[in-house]
């Protein structure tokens, strides 16, 4: 009986390790899941009216992409930016930093990787992505927004953004092998009237002029709404047709646009 007893004492034990060992594994993070998890952190959380202007311009190689912080409105001194892109059915990423001592500031990115020994890959059938870039001292915050990339092979006359809020047509986009439609986060200063819109800037691998014809949508109805187009040095007002939320209006080809209600 004695030795029942010390036998069923340890098939006890036993399968109390053993279910104590499952949860802890169940529990337990291995290296590989560590480095998996994400670190989610607040985005565009300071008001428009203090985020930065910022673009991004494809170069006639169509192999690199350029991103520029033209200005500030929330003091910053250097940036750190993430980079992601559709490239066919692959997600790809690039990684760099801007320093905020004498803007505009610009850097060159390649979408594709080199060799230590200088042999390059370039990615195919880019379509754009998001970029994030986190501002620090003194006040830390970070932006992030949707560019859309276009390979105008065919020399299409029109030109969209991702979240398909800006649609513009003009005879000289035809002309432009590479063209980017990026939601920047901010302005270089403020027009007048409220403005009601995501912002857009349009970009070209070679120089845009002309006119053309752009339909955005606001945030809100109003019978009073404009275009507003930045050409690097003010800004100019577009009146067009109104329905409910989408105006349309000809327009100049310049580097940014949104609505506002007069």
């Given amino acids: 009986m004695k030795k029942i007893m010390i036998i069923i004492g340890l098939v006890i034990l036993g399968l109390t390790a053993f279910f104590l060992v499952k949860n802890k594994t169940k529990t337990a993070d291995t290296p590989d899941q560590v480095q998996k998890k994400r670190i989610s952190e ?149 027009p007048k009237g409220e403005v009601i819109s995501d912002i857009y800037s349009l970009a070209t691998s070679g120089n845009l002029t002309g006119e053309g014809e752009l339909t955005m949508r606001a945030t809100t109805e109003g019978e009073n709404l404009q275009i507003a187009g930045w050409d690097g040095e003010e800004w100019t007002y577009y009146e067009g047709k109104v329905e409910g939320k989408m105006v349309t209006a000809e327009v100049d080809l310049v580097e940014l646009y949104l609505v506002v209600s007069k």
Avoid at 99 to 128: I, R, Y
């Fill in 42 to 190: 607040p985005v565009n959380i300071i008001p428009v009216s203090e985020r930065p202007y910022l673009s991004i311009s494809p170069l006639a190689d169509g192999h690199n992409v350029q991103i520029t912080v033209h200005a500030l409105n929330k003091p910053a001194r250097s940036a750190e930016y993430e980079l992601e892109y559709q490239a066919g059915s692959l997600l790809q990423g690039a990684f760099g930093s801007l320093q905020m001592d004498n803007l505009p500031d610009s850097t060159k990115v390649l979408m594709g990787s080199c060799s230590a020994g200088g042999a390059c890959t370039f990615h195919e059938d880019v379509q754009g992505g998001s970029l994030l870039a986190r501002f620090d001292e003194p006040e830390a915050y970070v932006i992030k927004s949707n560019w859309k990339y276009i390979d105008n092979s065919k020399r299409d006359d029109q030109a969209s953004s991702k979240d398909a809020k800006f649609q513009l047509t003009a005879p000289n986009l035809s002309k432009q092998r590479f063209i980017i439609v990026y939601n920047s986060p901010g302005f270089p200063e403020a």
